[in-house]
Nanobody, 126 residues
Framework: QVQLVESGGGLVQTGGSLRLSCTAS????????MGWFRQAPGKEREFVSS????????RYADSVTGRFTISRDNAKNTVYLQMNSLKPDDTAVYYC???????????????????WGQGTQVTVSS
């Protein structure tokens, strides 16, 4: 079992940048594919980005492609989400998630993830 803790959220103006971090503990981090999801008030939790256990494959939602970059440092047990050119529509609670089953696949469906962090709030002001 792995525990996940997100950090790096905050308030930023439109066009600004933030870098989210998610640090894992409790198991071998490099075995897991990792994902980022977000949930805005009154909306379903949606896929943002994912990365395989080696970092060789990444996937992005259409809404963030070209603006967000996912990466991981297995030596630090951490996955990152660099968010640039932020928009008010990016406002949400951001969650990281770990997939213990298919580490070589960068999944987009939230049902494929086994462990979740508590979330970090990102607010983009207009």
């Amino acid at each position: 079992q792995v525990q996940l803790v997100e950090s790096g959220g905050g308030l930023v103006q439109t066009g600004g940048s933030l870098r989210l971090s998610c640090t894992a503990s409790g198991d071998t981090f490099s075995r897991y594919a990792m994902g980022w999801f977000r949930q805005a008030p009154g909306k379903e939790r949606e896929f943002v980005s994912s990365i395989t256990w080696t970092g060789s494959t990444t996937r992005y939602a259409d809404s963030v492609t070209g603006r967000f970059t996912i990466s991981r440092d297995n030596a630090k047990n951490t996955v990152y989400l660099q968010m640039n050119s932020l928009k008010p529509d990016d406002t949400a609670v951001y969650y990281c998630a770990a997939d213990r089953t298919l580490g070589w696949v960068a999944r987009t469906g939230k049902d494929g993830y086994d462990y979740w962090g508590q979330g970090t709030q990102v607010t983009v002001s207009s």
